[in-house]
């Protein structure tokens, strides 16, 4: 194969490869190497102290190694943002991206793993034997249905964190914005009956949210149409959610599944017309979080709906996973979870649409990622749920 020689001159043109260059981390050292001294406990003798007492007591390597706070992004690039299977090398800025986040929002140390395999049993078998030098596994841009087993053999496997944020932080932002968008006109999640579109790895970790939350009923739609127990080409995934959903009966399209409802939840990348919009209930909530492009134009939805969010930073409500990922994790590892569970994920959900408080509006009912009060808000209540929850360690 021949590849074009690139000039980086002209990359760095665009302001996006002029901030790439190099990439987005670096390794600092949190102690002085100034002198011989230094050196010695740093490094050699004074170190061999320090290992044979972890190998004495294995639960010391949390207080004098920085496993306790550091994590694992791994991907094996088979589903990049909207990009889809890319290979891991091109996989790597965003799990550089995501290893930045972590620091910026709640001062976790993460790792950026892009590893060269796709089979199950080799990725769990990889994250498995790399799983001692980390405190939690963030699983990123695994493609469907594949990352469900993989997260699921993994949580089995390891006694740390494990947490696919393509599903679970996408599922807890949505649910704190539906909270809130439900709270202006006066109704709880018990009252609403929402359509979601796409059965991937969000679409299924948010109607499992919300199905946990208390959602009044829920349709899930793929691309051949509403998962129902009469279809017959379900996965077991989708099976699943076939029982355990849509309790009104319903078949059919996304569309016509949206007749009456009261919200949407765009997980698909498909487009609705602004017809289905219009046919759902009066006060209705339409979240369209494909990126970037959402399933319905924001201003078109928002002629219908009283609430409207997206994925994207330049209109207002933005579904950003960065609101909840950072302080799970931080979370946990303060209190050194062996897992994070369903209710740790509902407690992130709610400290989040807590946030909010009295100012909800309709183009407020999630705050920005830059909001100060977010990451020590989610901190708090994952901590304070795996305690009750019996997974904390300390």
């Given at each position: ?16 490869f ?30 061999a ?15 004098y ?64 034997r ?13 493609s ?43 109704r ?26 208390g959602i ?6 793929d691309s ?50 602004e ?34 969010a997206?994925?994207r ?7 950003n ?5 950072p ?10 979870a ?11 959900a ?9 100012d ?19 901190i ?8 009750e ?6």
């Open positions: 194969m021949t590849v074009t020689p690139v000039s980086l001159e002209s990359l760095d043109l665009d302001p996006a002029a901030l790439h260059r190099g990439g987005k981390l670096e390794v600092r050292s949190t102690v002085p190497v100034r002198d011989a001294d230094d050196l010695s406990l740093a490094y050699t003798p004074g170190v102290r320090v290992c044979t007492a972890i190998a004495d007591n294995p639960d010391l390597v949390n207080d190694t920085w496993v306790s706070n550091v994590v694992a992004v791994v991907s094996d690039g088979t589903a990049v943002l909207g990009l889809g299977d890319i290979g891991p090398a091109a996989a790597m800025p965003v799990m550089e991206g995501k290893a930045l986040l972590f620091k910026q929002f709640a001062n976790v140390d993460a790792v950026p793993i892009c590893i060269d395999c796709t089979d199950v049993d080799a990725i769990v078998e990889t994250v498995v790399l799983a001692p030098s980390f405190g939690g596994i963030n699983l990123e841009d695994i469907a249905p594949r990352c469900f087993e993989v997260e699921e053999r993994l949580r089995a496997l390891l006694d740390i964190p494990v947490f696919h944020d393509d599903q679970h932080g996408t599922a807890i932002v949505v649910l704190a914005a539906l909270r809130n968008a439900a709270r202006l006109s006066g709880s999640l018990g009252d609403l009956r929402a359509v979601v579109a796409g059965a991937g790895a969000s679409g299924v970790a948010v109607s499992r949210i919300l199905l946990n939350a009044g009923d829920i349709a899930v739609s051949k149409g509403v998962i129902h127990a009469g279809r017959e080409d379900l996965n077991p995934v989708k099976r699943a959610l076939a029982r355990d959903t849509n309790k009104a009966g319903l078949s059919g399209s996304t569309e016509q599944a949206l007749a009456g409802a009261d919200v949407f939840v765009g997980l698909s990348g498909s487009t609705v017309s017809q289905a919009i219009a046919a759902m209930a009066r006060d209705s909530i339409v979240f369209a979080l494909s990126n970037p492009t959402p399933e319905v134009d924001p201003a078109v939805a928002g002629r219908h709906a009283r609430v409207v997206t994925g930073s330049d209109y207002p409500n933005q579904i996973n960065v609101l909840a990922f302080g799970v994790f931080r979370g946990a590892l303060d209190v050194r062996t897992t994070i569970t369903e209710n740790m994920k509902v407690a992130a709610d400290a989040l649409a807590a946030v909010v408080g009295d909800v509006a309709e183009n407020y009912v999630i705050p920005s990622p830059f909001d100060a009060r977010v990451a020590p808000a989610v708090a209540a994952v901590a304070r749920q795996a305690r929850d019996g997974v904390a360690r300390k």
